[in-house]
């Protein structure tokens, strides 16, 4: 069971990212997948999390409208599409799964970093 994060990198205010999320040994759509970040000095949150399952999606609020999750069943891959970019979105970003979006989350992939400065 493996979970890899990519796509992250610098961008400029109001620039955008996706953020990619493939799973390997297990079909990722069977499982909550939630993006969490952590800035420096400052506790993990969750971003955004999706369960096909359930048919939920959640997002952080200062990223509602912004940010857009969706699965991509024939790559199993679980995609974040961060647009509107700001300085305080610059954090290490992880995916990981859990059985639903309420619950603890058991595997977690690498982050990927994601700084966001003019």
């Known amino acids: 069971v493996q979970l890899q994060a990519s796509g992250g990198g610098l961008v400029q205010p109001g620039g955008s990212l996706r953020l990619s999320c493939a799973a390997s040994g297990f079909t990722l759509n069977e499982y909550a997948v939630g993006w969490f970040r952590q800035a420096p000095g400052k506790e993990r949150e969750m971003v955004s999390c999706?369960?096909?399952?359930?048919?939920?999606?959640y997002y952080e609020g200062s990223v509602k409208g912004r940010f857009a999750i969706s699965t991509d069943n024939v790559k199993n891959t679980v995609l974040l599409q961060m647009n509107s970019l700001k300085p305080e979105d610059t954090a290490d970003y992880y995916c990981a799964t859990g059985v639903s979006c309420g619950s603890s989350f058991d595997y977690w992939g690498q982050g990927t970093q994601v700084t966001v400065s003019s």
């Open positions: 999706i369960s096909s399952r359930h048919g939920v999606t």
